[in-house]
């Protein structure tokens, strides 16, 4: 079998007296979009924010493409392939896109451009090259005619876009993508499911998103891992996760 892009082991993780993550083990196949979701709690965030290094795990392991990167910095992450985006917007608002999209690359770049010590010529020309390839990255999310606004005057959606810029100016293999939909209306939605298509094959990375919204994940997801109070309760295709007594029930439990 082919060594997952991303993979979450035994992970636990509580707050006080609350278990936020039970022992919590999927995967993600390369080159494929994974969902995960869940009622409201039951841990979603929790394990985006283990993943991408901002809380650490009690315990259990994860890898991205095999090694173990459990316990490390997004920074240090971002080196190892794993790019994210964030449920609220972390843009900083009164820089323009491309400023946006630059400063999440150099963040890639070890010791960033200033302190690399290369000559000047060298280092314009290096700049140069991000440049383009940030704007390039604009041009395929559809925000180039944004380039030098700033990020505090856009729609929601086209900040969307920026989010999503950002942690693809990282060049991740595995990229997370936390509730792109939200906030958003239908419209606005089938946009995003298009786009999070769109990246998937033209980049030919691995995305794990977590969503509310069922019809996007039903239309763009090949797996999903369903939580619920911390525990992984459900784990297949859209088809067999609709179906799952257990997601129903969980579901079902949220209206009360
Ligand atoms: N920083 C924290 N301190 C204390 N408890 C927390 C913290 N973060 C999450 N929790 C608790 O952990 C559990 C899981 O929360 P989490 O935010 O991961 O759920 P979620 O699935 O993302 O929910 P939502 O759909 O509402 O975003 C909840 O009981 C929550 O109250
Ligand atoms: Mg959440």
């Not at 993979?7 to 080159?31: C, H, I, M, R, T």
């Not at 794993?82 to 491309?98: C, D, E, I, K, P």
């Amino acid at each position: 079998m082919a060594t997952s892009a991303l993979a979450v082991e035994n992970v636990a993780l509580s707050f006080g007296g609350v278990k936020a993550l039970d022992q919590v083990s999927f995967s993600v196949a390369p080159g494929t979009i994974h969902a995960l979701i869940g009622p409201n709690g039951a841990g979603k965030s929790t394990c985006f924010n283990v993943i991408s290094g901002v809380y650490r795990a009690d315990s259990g392991v994860v890898r991205v493409n095999g090694n173990d990167v459990t316990g490390l910095r997004p920074h240090q992450l971002a080196t190892r392939g794993l790019g994210r985006s964030f449920q609220n917007l972390a843009l900083s608002m009164h820089s323009t896109v491309l400023d946006n999209v630059m400063l999440a690359r150099h963040s890639r770049t070890r010791g960033g451009f200033l302190a690399s010590g290369v000559r000047w010529p060298a280092m314009v020309a290096e700049q140069r090259k991000h440049t383009a390839r940030a704007v390039e990255i604009c041009e395929f999310l559809g925000i180039e005619r944004l380039l030098h606004a700033p990020v505090g005057g856009l729609s929601y959606g086209d900040a969307k876009r920026v989010d999503i810029a950002r942690a693809l100016a990282t060049e991740p293999e595995v990229l997370l993508l936390d509730e792109p939909a939200a906030g958003m209306n239908a419209g606005e939605t089938a946009e995003v499911a298009e786009l999070i298509k769109v990246v998937r094959e033209a980049l030919d990375i691995s995305i794990l998103l977590v969503e509310h919204d069922m019809t996007l994940v039903m239309g763009v997801a090949d797996r999903i891992t369903v939580l619920d109070f911390g525990k992984v309760v459900a784990d297949g295709t859209p088809a067999e996760v609709r179906n799952d007594p257990e997601v129903i029930r969980a579901y079902l439990g949220e209206q009360d």
